[in-house]
C-alpha cells in the first residue's frame, strides 16, 4: 500500500483546510485509516481515524467538533477536514493504513498502522 497526502499549506488562525490522502495497491476497503501529525519537537500525535466501512471513527479530543474524517473507498481516498484551526495544530499531518482485515473500531495508538504517507505540512498563523 502507498499512500500519498495532500492538501496541506499555510492558513491563518481560524481558517480551514482538507487534506486528502490517496491509496495505491491494497485493498482499500478493508483497512482502517488514519491522521496523525507530528509538531516540531514533539512526538507524532493521534488526529483521528475511520473504520474500513467509515461508519465508525475517533477524533483527538483536542480536534473533536473542528476536524472531520471520511473516506471515498471507490476513489480510495480518506479526507480530513479541518476546520476552526488554531495555531497549536500547526504540524507535519501523516496519514497511515493499519490493513488488519475490516477492524471495526479504528486503533488510537500508531502501532497496528503498518503503511505510512510522506507527511503533508500544515501551518496556522496568527
Known amino acids: 500500500v502507498q499512500l500519498q497526502a495532500s492538501g496541506g499549506g499555510l492558513v491563518q488562525a481560524g481558517g480551514s483546510l482538507r487534506l486528502s490522502c490517496v491509496a495505491s495497491g491494497g485493498t482499500f476497503a478493508s483497512v482502517t485509516m488514519a491522521w496523525f501529525r507530528q509538531a516540531p519537537g514533539k512526538a507524532r500525535e493521534f488526529v483521528a481515524a475511520?473504520?474500513?466501512?467509515?461508519?465508525?471513527?475517533r477524533e483527538a479530543e483536542s480536534v473533536k467538533g473542528r476536524f472531520t474524517i471520511s473516506r471515498d473507498n471507490a476513489k480510495k481516498t480518506v479526507y480530513l477536514q479541518m476546520n476552526s484551526l488554531e495555531l497549536e495544530d500547526t504540524a507535519v499531518y501523516y496519514c497511515?493504513?493499519?490493513?488488519?482485515?475490516?477492524?471495526?473500531?479504528?486503533?488510537?495508538?500508531?502501532?497496528?498502522?503498518?503503511?505510512w504517507g510522506q507527511g503533508t505540512q500544515v501551518t496556522v498563523s496568527s
Open positions: 475511520i473504520n474500513f466501512s467509515g461508519y465508525n471513527t
Open positions: 497511515a493504513a493499519d490493513t488488519t482485515w475490516k477492524r471495526e473500531s479504528p486503533v488510537v495508538t500508531p502501532e497496528p498502522y503498518n503503511y
